[in-house]
């Protein structure tokens, strides 16, 4: 390769998520091609710099070299061409789909409405930063934007929790009441805002099943000592119950569970979680998914690079992740159906909680976030605002909706 | 007015839904300032033309006047400015904010993302037409678009009503399901494609009341002899019971059952239904809404129109009825639990029904389906792709979602 590639790159390498201990290291240049590495293990592929199949340089380099040649309208083809381009880094793997999918969605709109004036550039986890970076890589500017889920980062602020999905909490359609029509976007975005990033829901995968387990669990005494694969605040729900919650990227579950280095493990729901292969090893997939009801994605984007963008740029985004959050949820909700069929046919076994067993998890539930409340005003002040929502959801859904289905259901889907 | 009013009015009068009898009528010129006429009873505002408060000019007379003076740039202010202006004529006035909301987020999010060179301007039902002549508007091309319910057209072609809503059919999700990622867009696009129409799904309303009726419905003989206001493939199934069937616009139910006309009606849910004040005059609620677990809304646009708009026009239409969709159900959601509060309130009596009511229901669908497929090929070859879908959704559902929903309801909603 002969041409140097100028944008897009930042110094460091670029890891995807094959094993937990080594990454398949790649570069991706500002073209877009994707230049593939040595395989390395996780401590190499954190201080490694991207040297080969492509010539590359750092931010600092650059900006070294712009001032000091005449590069400068290489590196900034967005103004010599009067278009802005965005990188978008993804959280997500390009195997799931589902949830990948949000940020080739979200391009081909964005760059159809503005005539190629805007276009956005989605890399997968791994490729710029990985997956469980995102935010972190949004919020100093080293990707305009980036697709990603709330609860991946409660270490940081567990008050982005409300933002992903809680256990005995929120549908999307719950979701979207309160965010759109309750206080839910007024004070997610107080949140995001003092990170330094903006936030647009892109994505949400319904409800998620509860989790696959090597064995049947019978009573909340079987959580005792389990090591689970688990998201959010489900992890710390489950730990009220004596489960040691691990989270861990996509990619790396199934080499766990297969070596016993966990026990159980929850992703999604069966389109997802048969690709990643949980029934071979830990065959009871346990329902209801009252742990997430849903997963609300989020498109963050840099604040800074927000305030730049044009009206009718900002317009298209709210817009076109609208788009993506419909077509996500369609894509998962059409999917499941048949990837169940396919499990059970594999030889999965579906397992129906116990009351005992989800009246714990729920006592566990709000204790968890007194605890959290306890620790933080402005997780206290969104608890509160959150819990009044919901209890007017639960009761109208449960009296509705949910009931109206239910109803149907018990005539139909026998 | 001194000004002339030239653009975006048809000979012929504009009528709201006040009463049954009468019309509140006014006209709304091109430039969007509306003029409030005489009341008017029925048969006069159908022969009537526009001639108070503005100097107005029809269709033929402008094109002749346009032919014989200096008027032809103000006519076409469109070409003049390089400018695209649609107008949208909705089946829903401005009273009901839910649905007729979806048309002018629609026209904030074009105007936006065109930098105010693509306008739609939306009209309420009657403005332009009756809210139940939005289809015939739109593939005659007295608009260029219209924000309607596919239901209202199955006197047309019954096909319509798998794009809107069926009785023991699909949810919202399962919907944008089949629309996306099964059959369905192809499906309904052959069903309006052969009327001159692009259908977009632009709103929904999620699931709906029963309805009102002024007895509490005990068994399937109590609906023999009711007259009920009931919209779609409800009204089919109810008249297999003995009930006799009205389509009336939103404005003229109250009248109607106040006097005695009608026994029943059927709106959407609290929050609408409260605004229209049935509690007043049939204080019976029944629930489950299983006559209508969604009602999805389509952006009807003249086929023409639509090919002639540019690419990224068209990705902004699509994008915006998304981010309405989402908004719109939103709506409901969030609104609908605050008015049921208000509704028992005021003396509201929620009825839940019976098992064999709605066997009875259920029975009395699948037959008037299967009759309707006996009349019609295009109908039974959706019918067939339709029930296959739904077969696999509401399985899905009954084991996933709408569990896990009802497991935590059991526990939150108390």
Redesign the interface.
């Known amino acids: 390769m002969s041409v140097w590639c100028f944008t897009g790159i930042v110094a460091g390498s670029f890891s995807g998520p094959p094993s937990p201990t080594h990454n398949l290291c790649y570069a991706v240049c500002g073209k877009g091609c994707r230049h593939q590495l040595k395989t390395r293990t996780l401590a190499q592929s954190r201080r490694v710099a991207v040297r080969e199949d492509c010539m590359t340089i750092s931010r600092r380099n650059f900006a070294r070299l712009a001032a000091t040649s005449g590069a400068v309208a290489v590196a900034s083809p967005a103004i010599a061409q009067g278009a802005i381009k965005w990188r978008l880094a993804s959280s997500f793997p390009k195997s799931i789909e589902g949830l990948w999918g949000a940020g080739p969605t979200l391009a081909k709109?964005v760059n159809?409405?503005?005539?190629g004036k805007f276009t956005v550039h989605p890399f997968a986890a791994g490729e710029i930063v990985p997956g469980l970076q995102v935010l972190d890589a949004v919020a100093n500017g080293t990707v305009e934007c980036g697709h990603s889920y709330g609860g991946y980062y409660i270490g940081k602020n567990p008050t982005l929790i409300f933002d992903g999905s809680l256990p005995?909490g929120l549908?999307?359609?719950?979701h979207?009441?309160?965010?759109?029509?309750?206080d839910g976007k007024k004070l997610m975005d107080e949140v995001y805002d003092g990170m330094g990033v903006v936030s647009i829901p892109i994505g949400n995968t319904?409800?998620q099943?509860f989790g696959w387990f090597r064995k049947e669990l019978k009573s909340p005494a079987d959580f005792n000592g389990i090591k689970m694969r688990v998201a959010g605040f489900g992890g710390k729900v489950l730990s009220k119950l004596g489960v040691v919650p691990q989270q861990i990227a996509a990619g790396d579950i199934y080499p766990a569970l297969e070596k016993g280095t966990i026990d159980a493990a929850e992703w999604v729901?069966p389109y997802d979680d048969e690709k990643l292969g949980f029934h071979k090893v830990a065959k009871y997939m346990h329902?209801?998914?009252?742990l997430e009801?849903e997963a609300n994605n989020g498109l963050y984007i840099n604040k800074a690079k927000w305030a730049e963008l044009?009206?009718?740029y900002q317009?298209?985004l709210?817009?076109?992740c609208?788009?993506a959050?419909?077509?996500m949820?369609?894509?998962y909700?059409?999917?499941?159906?048949?990837a169940?069929n396919r499990l059970v046919a594999a030889g999965a076994q579906?397992v129906v909680l116990s009351p005992d067993i989800?009246?714990a998890l729920?006592t566990a539930l709000e204790q968890v976030l007194d605890e959290e409340a306890a620790k933080s005003e402005q997780f206290k002040r969104v608890l509160e605002n959150w819990r009044a929502f919901?209890?007017?959801?639960?009761?109208?859904?449960?009296?509705?909706?949910?009931?109206?289905?239910?109803?149907?259901?018990?005539?139909?889907?026998q």
């Not at 979207?176 to 309750?182: F, H, M, V």
């Not at 329902?287 to 009252?290: D, E, F, H, R, T």
């Not at 919901?390 to 889907?413: G, K, N, P």
């Open positions: 709109y159809e409405m503005s005539d005995f549908t999307p359609r719950q979207n009441a309160w965010y759109l029509y309750g319904g409800g099943t729901g329902l209801p998914g009252v009801l044009p009206v009718a317009a298209m709210r817009a076109a609208a788009y959050l419909m077509e949820l369609a894509g909700d059409a999917r499941n159906p048949k169940l579906l989800l009246k729920r919901r209890a007017e959801q639960h009761r109208w859904f449960w009296i509705a909706d949910a009931r109206a289905e239910m109803s149907v259901y018990a005539l139909t889907a």
